[in-house]
């Protein structure tokens, strides 16, 4: 099913309205508690690289998926994060990646669907556009209910998951077997072909009295640590996890970025202010920290970085990483501080981005449009392995805490 932009402009208000209200009704409810669900780290490796590119493209995607039913949901070069999710009765488990740029989970990509008795066809198709617009790829199939069990205190019961058809999934690493998606409803619309929104698995798990809060941490711990592990804490964070405080900022009203994990924030190199106060997304299933243009140039130019044609990513000498300075992220009125180290890439990983072995490249790139798109920045994944995250649906915010990592110079 597609839906019009100037249709999905009026429905998504009146579906925030409905999930308010719905979030408001008292209910009986236990005395649940967060539960936590262990993640494990993925090089997608390959001979040669276009990680920016590919970062780009999926930022276009995600701008164009405003109003549609196409989100990016591919192009995943780099290291990310995976969760073993169990789907039927005796559960199959799927090794998905985490992504809170999206919010279908779907599987098949790489093992196919085992149905159980709890396996129920709704009798809808979903469909994902991804890649770019020069190189379009659509993921397809069945859309499910099942029971999804995600550790011995978070099970799902009648989980929406989409069953991919074969050979729809192309673009998806072969270590992958879909999709976690763990990013707003509003993402949903249009996906499933019988139905407007489809309740994600944050949605459940507070529906059905799992936990007591729609909040989710996460943790990531950087590729080149020596524990390349993660987790995912549902109704909560992990304190300990964190150096400090939770700072929250509350989500933007700019679209498109409301429409995902959207805050406001500034970005500052040193001294000197190269992104104002503006619009952007949090996004798991971005593997570096993409910019607005404008932004990049001058970002470019105050680190004399210069763009490596085998992975279209900025490298550096070893003299300009000496002089490099920090860069801040100014979000809700606190700093959030990526020290020189946090701003290249981990150089044990160069080849495995197609890159030179001895070279130093810049985890920043540039998004492809002018700031003003409404969605002028993305914080991926290279950022959330220097801060702890807490997406918090019910208060409808975005925290960021220190963690161990936030100052670490293993790259």
Known sequence: MVLSKSLTFLLIPVLALLLQSARASPRPRASPSAATLKLTLRINSVETSDTTIAARARARALLQRSGSSSISASNYVGAYHSADVGVGNPP??????????????????SKSYE?????????????????????????????????????????????????AKDGSTSGLPPSFDGLFGLGPIDLTVGIVSNAFVVPTVMDNLFAQNTISSEALGVFFSPASSSDTTGELTFGGYDASKITGDVNYVPTTTTYPANTFWGIDQSISYGDTTILSETAGIVDSGTPTILIASDAFETYQSATGGTIDEATDMLTITS???????????????????????????????????????????????????????????????????????????????VGFATTEYTDATSN
């Open 92 to 109: 199959t488990y799927y090794t998905l990646l985490v992504d809170t740029g999206s919010s279908n989970t779907w599987i098949g990509a």
């Open 115 to 163: 149905k159980t008795n709890t396996s129920e066809d709704t009798g809808g198709q979903f469909e994902i556009g991804y890649g770019s617009s020069a190189d379009p790829r659509i993921v397809s199939g069945e859309e499910y209910l099942d029971t999804v069990t995600l550790n011995s205190d978070l099970i799902i019961e009648k989980q929406s998951i989409g069953v």
């Open 319 to 397: 003299d300009q990483y000496a002089k490099l300075s920090s860069l801040y992220f100014n979000i809700g009125g606190a700093s959030h501080e990526l020290t020189p180290n946090a701003q290249i890439w981990p150089r044990s990983l160069n080849t495995n981005i197609g890159g030179t072995a001895d070279a130093i490249y810049l985890i920043v790139g540039d998004i492809g449009s002018n700031s003003g798109s409404g969605l002028d920045f993305v914080n991926g994944h290279c950022f959330l392995e220097r801060f702890y995250s807490v997406f918090d649906t019910t208060n409808s915010r």
